[in-house]
């Protein structure tokens, strides 16, 4: 294996992605040099995330140099991912880890009536599942697929095929950000898109345990280990713009509050919830065993991080693979025409 590895995250400038970059520089050899790809859909904010990423190695005095890359990318447009496939594969022979962290969700504000009612009824509940954050129903992408599931769910997968190559030459790690929110009651197979739904985003992370069930076997056979992991409950950059300063300390302490009534999920810290996704990718067990469950980043009462697994409900799982194959071979065909060798010799 080279000594020198690649990482690609999604989305790392959000709280969590960052959080994966500074965890996976600590865990990688000190030796080894490690390249960041960072993605953003804008230049700015993969600049910042950058200078970010930056200040953190410059601190740790880290013994081996971290280069840095970026890569913009929108997983709501194909023609954006393809984008995306044909830059890495220009410019790298081999990956060796990909974090699909990047997600959105289609959100419409706070039912504050809502709210205050499930945190007067059960506190812990209210920050834990909370149904207050009002979802708009049948948003569309450009590209006429529900939005929530292509950006979180087929533009990553599509991506992540087009790149196998790259995944296989690095014997190769998927990790795959899931939630605790993702329970079956969330998702319906008659709605794989999620354009009926008004929690779409609880969907879209239960199509991602699916669908996580129905490959890794396949990644497995092709000399890429694939994972499936969860934050658990953390402070969230893009959470803030529906908040004040008031909301937000509230929040703050109900969160402190649950983990101290002894729920394992409330992180709060974007360093504690990135504890899984890296876990998997460098400590996991080296037979690669147990790929079927869920790794959780989990803290006891007094903050001190662990990890915790669960098993995942795989109802469905094959009917969704069956759905996302069918409609990779719709997009193989429409995009491929797409680039052309425009320097060509005529
Ligand atoms: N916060 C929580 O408590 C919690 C709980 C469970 C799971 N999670 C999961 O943890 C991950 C990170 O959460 P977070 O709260 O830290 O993230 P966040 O603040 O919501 O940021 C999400 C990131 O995804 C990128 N992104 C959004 N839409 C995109 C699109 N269409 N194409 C490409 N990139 C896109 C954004 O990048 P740019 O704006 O730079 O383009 C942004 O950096 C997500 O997968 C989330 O679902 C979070």
């Known amino acids: 294996m080279p000594s020198s590895k690649v990482a690609v995250i999604?989305?790392?400038?959000?709280?969590?992605?960052?959080?994966?970059?500074?965890?996976?520089?600590?865990?990688?050899?000190?030796e080894e040099t490690l390249t960041i790809v960072v993605t953003s859909r804008t230049l700015p904010r993969a600049r910042e995330c950058i200078e970010f990423i930056e200040k953190f190695v410059e601190k740790a005095g880290r013994k081996g140099s971290v280069n840095y890359d970026y890569l913009l990318v929108d997983f709501t447009s194909m023609v954006s991912v393809l984008d995306a496939y044909y830059t890495l594969t220009n410019r790298y022979d081999y990956i060796n880890y990909f974090f699909v962290n990047a997600a959105q969700g289609v959100y419409a504000g706070i039912d504050w009536i809502g709210a205050v009612k499930e945190v007067c009824a059960n506190p812990l509940e209210a920050v834990t599942n909370p149904t207050y954050k009002i979802q708009k129903v049948g948003v569309k992408s450009k590209d006429g697929m529900g939005l929530v599931f292509q950006a979180n769910v087929f533009g990553p997968y599509y991506l992540i095929q087009k790149i196998l190559p790259l995944l296989e030459a690095g014997k190769g790690t998927v990790v795959w950000i899931s939630s605790i929110m993702a329970a079956p009651k969330y998702f319906s197979l008659q709605d794989i898109e999620l354009l009926?739904?008004?929690v779409s985003y609880e969907g879209s992370k239960r199509l991602v345990d699916l669908l996580h069930i129905a490959t890794f076997k396949e990644m497995q056979q092709k000399g890429v280990r694939q994972y499936l992991t969860h934050p658990g409950i953390?402070?969230?950059?893009?959470?803030?713009?529906?908040?004040?300063?008031?909301?937000?300390?509230?929040?703050?302490?109900?969160?402190?509050?649950?983990?101290?009534?002894?729920?394992?999920?409330?992180?709060?810290?974007?360093?504690?919830?990135?504890?899984?996704?890296?876990?998997?990718?460098?400590?996991?067990?080296?037979?690669?065993e147990k790929q079927h469950m869920k790794y959780g980043s989990a803290t006891f009462r007094d903050g001190m991080e662990y990890i915790k697994t669960d098993e995942v409900d795989v109802?469905?799982?094959?009917?969704?693979?069956?759905?996302i194959k069918e409609l990779k071979s719709k997009w193989d065909e429409k995009l491929k025409d797409q680039i052309k060798p425009t320097r060509a010799a005529l």
């Open 10 to 30: 999604t989305g790392t400038n959000s709280n969590l992605g960052l959080n994966i970059a500074y965890r996976l520089i600590e865990k990688s050899k000190p």
């Open 196 to 198: 009926k739904s008004d």
């Open 234 to 288: 953390f402070t969230s950059l893009s959470f803030f713009q529906y908040l004040n300063v008031f909301t937000y300390y509230g929040m703050l302490l109900l969160f402190y509050l649950a983990r101290w009534i002894g729920s394992p999920w409330h992180n709060i810290q974007g360093y504690k919830a990135a504890n899984a996704p890296v876990y998997v990718a460098t400590l996991a067990n080296p037979h690669f």
């Open 315 to 323: 109802t469905g799982s094959e009917d969704v693979y069956k759905y």
